[in-house]
């Protein structure tokens, strides 16, 4: 199975610009480009997904460049809704630092950044080098813009698909790019690359897009509580991203599987028939979960985070350091108590009970456990002093419900 296949195979091709790219693809030795704007200092699992093709292509001889809009970051691109929030100068060179490192330690490919380009143009250049090369027709017939045009675009963002479009020229003037790459919602971007490439060039480029990677209801992949899954271990800790995939969807899960993953196609039917056929042992959602995760944080990271999740589901939390503790209640609501509050009260106002006389049959009835240890007096009080490290106490009720305490 040639590369075009297997990525069809992975449900990876959306968009193709012409028919020959399927032989090409096989053949390996294109230089391609795959991007994103640096409108924040992290790449989230939604990059991830998308920027995978470029270690499939490289594996299969073609050659990656990655490209870190400083440029057109300063602009940003046109949501399907309203427009982008403007960032500072300063805060765009400080994301597009952050994602270039970040994307050069995951993958070890050359990252690009279109502003070193882009600032060389005043505004009669672009027009003349750039603008009188693209239709206006041409352009309102583009998805993102017709969806716009309802309630209204600024030219600013109607300009972006220029600058994408040169970015494409000048990679493939001085880079030798010839294919681009990216989600779905950037077709139109890149076959305006490609005209613009023909026209200027009399040379022919290329484009594929991949399907947005969506849960069941079509919302986007990747969030959970309303927060993204980051690939920065300091926003996202390897424990909180082992729970994401841990709890994907099973109807999604082997779709996860074949756009995040390495998996073969065989290891991967094997665990789609484990999914329908055994689904309460989740080797699908655990395999995701380790793949992911080592090639993201390493395998150490993967071995602690599933430590902390064994703990938590039926060990003694007490076996765990202070760092793997605020890691497993990251995702839990924080609570303040007085110091020195008594525990039936501490149950009424966490409304871990509903009144005083089931915080004493909880207590009573040895239902709650504080910092791993199981609680029968009415008596008993919580203290600072007794918290993991005089800041973090945990308490359970019965075997499923966890509450993160801190003191006021």
């Known amino acids: 199975?040639?590369?075009?296949?297997?990525?069809?195979?992975?449900?990876?091709?959306?968009?193709?610009?012409?028919?020959?790219?399927?032989?090409?693809?096989?053949?390996?030795?294109?230089?391609?480009?795959?991007?994103?704007?640096?409108?924040?200092?992290?790449?989230?699992?939604?990059?991830?997904?998308?920027?995978?093709?470029?270690?499939?292509?490289?594996?299969?001889?073609?050659?990656?460049?990655?490209?870190?809009?400083?440029?057109?970051?300063?602009?940003?691109?046109?949501?399907?809704?309203?427009?982008?929030?403007?960032?500072?100068?300063?805060?765009?060179?400080?994301?597009?630092?952050?994602?270039?490192?970040?994307?050069?330690?995951?993958?070890?490919?050359?990252?690009?950044?279109?502003?070193?380009?882009?600032?060389?143009?005043?505004?009669?250049?672009?027009?003349?080098?750039?603008?009188?090369f693209f239709n206006i027709n041409y352009m309102l017939s583009k998805d993102i813009i017709r969806r716009r045009l309802d309630e209204g675009i600024t030219y600013t963002e109607f300009s972006y698909m220029l600058l994408q479009g040169y970015d494409f020229l000048h990679l493939?003037?001085?880079?030798?790019?010839?294919?681009?790459?990216?989600?779905?919602?950037?077709?139109?971007?890149?076959?305006?690359?490609?005209?613009?490439?023909?026209?200027?060039?009399?040379?022919e480029a290329y484009g594929f897009t991949m399907p947005l990677l969506t849960k069941s209801d079509g919302s986007k992949f990747g969030k959970t509580n309303g927060k993204a899954i980051w690939l920065d271990a300091k926003k996202t800790s390897p424990y909180e991203m082992y729970q994401f995939f841990i709890n994907s969807e099973d109807d999604k899960v082997i779709d996860y599987l074949k756009f995040l993953t390495f998996l073969p196609k065989e290891e991967i039917e094997r665990l789609e028939l484990s999914n329908k056929e055994e689904p309460h042992l989740r080797l699908a959602h655990k395999a995701l979960a380790k793949e992911v995760i080592t090639f993201i944080h390493g395998e150490e990271a993967?071995?602690?985070?599933?430590?902390?999740?064994?703990?938590?589901?039926?060990?003694?939390?007490?076996?765990?350091?202070?760092?793997?503790?605020?890691?497993?209640?990251?995702?839990?609501?924080?609570?303040?108590?007085?110091?020195g509050i008594l525990l039936i009260d501490a149950l009424l106002e966490l409304k871990v009970a509903n009144s005083k006389r089931e915080a004493r049959d909880l207590i009573t009835g040895s239902s709650i456990a504080v910092n791993g240890n199981k609680v029968n007096s009415l008596d008993f009080v919580l203290k600072k002093e007794d918290a993991f490290n005089e800041e973090l106490t945990i308490l359970k009720k019965g075997k499923k419900f966890w509450y993160a305490v801190n003191f006021k």
């Open 172 to 203: 493939f003037e001085n880079k030798n790019v010839t294919l681009q790459v990216a989600g779905q919602d950037q077709w139109g971007n890149i076959t305006a690359g490609i005209e613009l490439i023909r026209k200027k060039t009399g040379k």
């Open 302 to 339: 993967y071995d602690t985070a599933v430590k902390i999740a064994d703990t938590f589901f039926k060990g003694d939390i007490r076996d765990l350091t202070y760092e793997e503790l605020k890691a497993g209640t990251a995702d839990l609501e924080k609570h303040e108590v007085a110091d």
């Open 1 to 132: 199975m040639g590369i075009y296949e297997e990525l069809e195979w992975r449900g990876l091709i959306k968009d193709c610009s012409s028919p020959e790219l399927r032989e090409k693809l096989n053949a390996g030795g294109l230089t391609f480009y795959i991007g994103t704007d640096p409108t924040g200092d992290s790449l989230h699992i939604g990059h991830f997904s998308s920027f995978l093709i470029s270690k499939r292509l490289k594996d299969a001889g073609h050659n990656p460049v990655l490209l870190v809009g400083g440029g057109t970051g300063l602009i940003g691109d046109p949501k399907p809704d309203s427009e982008r929030p403007m960032i500072t100068h300063e805060q765009v060179e400080h994301n597009f630092n952050a994602l270039a490192a970040q994307a050069k330690k995951l993958f070890g490919f050359e990252v690009v950044n279109n502003y070193e380009w882009l600032k060389e143009f005043s505004y009669l250049e672009f027009l003349r080098d750039v603008g009188k």
